[in-house]
C-alpha cells in the first residue's frame, strides 16, 4: 500500500494559466432576492427558516400569498425566521420577499 504524500504548499504550487483572478477588494455578491438555506418545520408547526438578503434589507415569509414573518437581514445579509406555521391537509407554497 503506498503511502499518501501531503498536499504541497500552497504557495509552492503554480497559479493555472488563465485570466487573473478578479479584485478581492469588492463588495459581495448580488442579490436578485432573498434566498432560503434552511426550512425546518416541526409536526406541531413550529419553523425555523434561515437564508440571506441584501444586508439591511427587509424580509417577509409569505404561505400561500399571507405574511406569516418580517423582520431585517444583518449586516452581512443572514436572517432567522421562527414562527408557527398552521397545520393544512394540502401543500403549500412558501416564498420570500425583500424591500
Do not use: K, N
Request: proline content about 13%; glycine content about 12%.
Amino acid at each position: 500500500m503506498a503511502a499518501l504524500e501531503p498536499d504541497p504548499d500552497p504557495a509552492a504550487v503554480p497559479a493555472p494559466d488563465g485570466p487573473e483572478r478578479p479584485d478581492t477588494d469588492f463588495e459581495g455578491p448580488s442579490f436578485a432576492g432573498p434566498s432560503i438555506d434552511l426550512a425546518r418545520i416541526e409536526a406541531d408547526g413550529s419553523a425555523l427558516v434561515g437564508g440571506r438578503g441584501r444586508p439591511g434589507a427587509e424580509i417577509e415569509l409569505l404561505v400561500d400569498g399571507r405574511v406569516l414573518w418580517q423582520g431585517a437581514a444583518g449586516p452581512d445579509g443572514s436572517f432567522a425566521a421562527l414562527f408557527d406555521l398552521p397545520a393544512s391537509p394540502i401543500a403549500r407554497m412558501l416564498w420570500l420577499r425583500s424591500s
